[in-house]
T-cell receptor, first 112, second 114 residues
Framework: GENVEQHPSTLSVQEGDSAVIKCTYS??????FPWYKQELGKRPQLIID?????GEKKDQRIAVTLNKTAKHFSLHITETQPEDSAVYFC???????????FGGGTRLMVKP | GAVVSQHPSWVICKSGTSVKIECRSL??????MFWYRQFPKQSLMLMAT?????????EQGVEKDKFLINHASLTLSTLTVTSAHPEDSSFYIC??????????FGDGTRLSIL
């Protein structure tokens, strides 16, 4: 089955700096890669996703890149703000709507 | 995004009690329901996948006789934790699946077994 590795497990940045979280996956058949933000005690919320036919996708301060050959994808957050502090999870699946395999999560702390 | 309603949000009960968690997709018909479990400071782990009107498929290590899943309609699925014990204490989250659509999650149920 699919295995998703996520790094780093914790990340501390100064407000305004950029944050990068990286994930690798094992199953070359995976073709859908969402990212979720989870605040303490709350549900994971989808913040951005990318399909394998695209190499990069951007939404305001958030961007995701995908390298299918290397089987890794990354989340980039620019101009970080304190409200970006949360746990971020990457995931992989065989397509949107299919079961997700999650990475271990990254606890992002943005210091004001 | 999709509207998902999950109840209850928090349950505290004695060991040996059975607990039922409901998950409803309010604005679309979910042919598939995914149930995840999340222990403190850990990631989400898929427990089982259910399709409307058929038996659920359980992930390795998840006891199907302990975690009963019913998916009787396209908008409602239930997870029953039978004879719960302290090691079952966790955050249980449902996610209705819709083909080619991103997954969204219910608010989760925090289960604490004393």
């Amino acid at each position: 089955g699919e295995n998703v590795e996520q790094h780093p497990s914790t990340l501390s940045v100064q407000e305004g700096d950029s944050a990068v979280i990286k994930c690798t996956y094992s199953d070359s058949a995976s073709n859908y890669f969402p990212w979720y933000k989870q605040e303490l005690g709350k549900r994971p919320q989808l913040i951005i996703d990318i399909r394998s036919n695209v190499g990069e996708k951007k939404d305001q301060r958030i961007a995701v890149t995908l390298n299918k050959t290397a089987k890794h994808f990354s989340l980039h957050i620019t101009e970080t703000q304190p409200e970006d502090s949360a746990v971020y999870f990457c995931a992989a699946s065989l397509g949107a709507g299919n079961m997700l395999t999650f990475g271990g999560g990254t606890r992002l702390m943005v210091k004001p | 995004g999709a509207v998902v309603s999950q109840h209850p949000s928090w349950v505290i009960c004695k060991s040996g009690t059975s607990v039922k968690i409901e998950c409803r997709s309010l604005d679309f018909q979910a042919t598939t329901m995914f149930w995840y479990r999340q222990f403190p400071k850990q990631s989400l782990m898929l427990m089982a996948t259910s399709n409307e009107g058929s038996k659920a498929t359980y992930e390795q290590g998840v006891e199907k006789d302990k975690f009963l899943i019913n998916h009787a309609s396209l908008t409602l699925s239930t997870l029953t934790v039978t004879s719960a014990h302290p090691e079952d204490s966790s955050f249980y989250i449902c996610s209705p699946g819709q083909a080619n659509q991103p997954q969204h999650f219910g608010d989760g149920t925090r289960l604490s077994i004393l």
